[in-house]
């Protein structure tokens, strides 16, 4: 897969080694011409010096057969411009943006970024999943089906407990398909399946579907 990688920072540079250790075809684009210097003599003939969000610069990294296109710099407004210029201009399938400020996170899906990855949520996530009252942490977007993948917990005092599944008032967008019981092998739910305290339970969801969801399953 040819993936272009905008800037050439930390975050970019471990990025881009770890595809190249996968296999792919890389190409990074990067401002600085000391960072650009370095990522060549570390990496190989795998990085060019240019602003990746100008037309030019991404046409000479041949954005128009690229499968996929990450914007990693410290700058979301310039993550979110070389994005647009990459799925609107060279109709790149995959885009993801990094995102430094989450505020910004509502306006890079409005605008159409297929994943805008943001590291303060993330941790904030991880840190909420150690607390038991926490009540749903994102997993994964699914863009372009308008999908979700997410994880609650089952707390004791939920209604849902001691429930089967085909029992609770789940939205219709919303699918559960794995349970993994605090002291069991996790398993693939039927409609028979009775809900345990502390449960966790991956399901698939939409956006508008999240409340429902996560009332019919922590509701007390």
């Known amino acids: 897969m040819y993936i272009i990688v905008i800037g050439g920072g930390k975050v970019g540079y471990y990025l881009a080694e770890a595809l190249l250790n996968q296999g792919h075809e890389i190409l990074v684009v990067e401002k600085d011409p000391a960072r650009t210097q370095l990522i060549i003599d570390r990496l ?97 977007d699914i863009r372009d089906k308008g999908l979700e993948v997410v994880e609650l917990k089952i707390p004791a005092d939920a209604k849902a407990v001691g429930k089967e599944i085909r029992e609770l008032p ?28 502390e449960d966790q339970i991956i399901a698939i969801t939409t956006p508008e579907s999240e409340e429902a969801l996560k009332t019919a399953l922590r509701g007390s």
């Open 44 to 140: 190989g003939s795998v990085c060019i010096r240019g602003d990746g969000c100008e037309v030019s610069t991404l046409t000479d990294a041949g954005t128009g057969r690229a499968e996929m296109f990450i914007a990693v710099t410290g700058d979301d407004e310039d993550n979110l411009v070389a994005c647009q210029v990459a799925k609107h201009k060279f109709n790149v399938p995959r885009t993801v943006a990094r995102i430094n400020n989450p505020k910004n996170e509502t306006i890079f899906k409005e605008l159409g970024i297929d994943v805008a990855v943001s590291s303060t949520n993330i941790i904030l996530e991880s840190i909420t999943e150690e607390v038991p009252t926490h009540s749903l942490t994102h997993l994964l």
């Open 170 to 197: 789940l939205p219709p967008e919303s699918r559960l398909f794995l349970i993994i019981p605090k002291q069991e092998k996790p398993r693939v739910p039927t409609a028979s399946t009775v809900i345990q305290a």
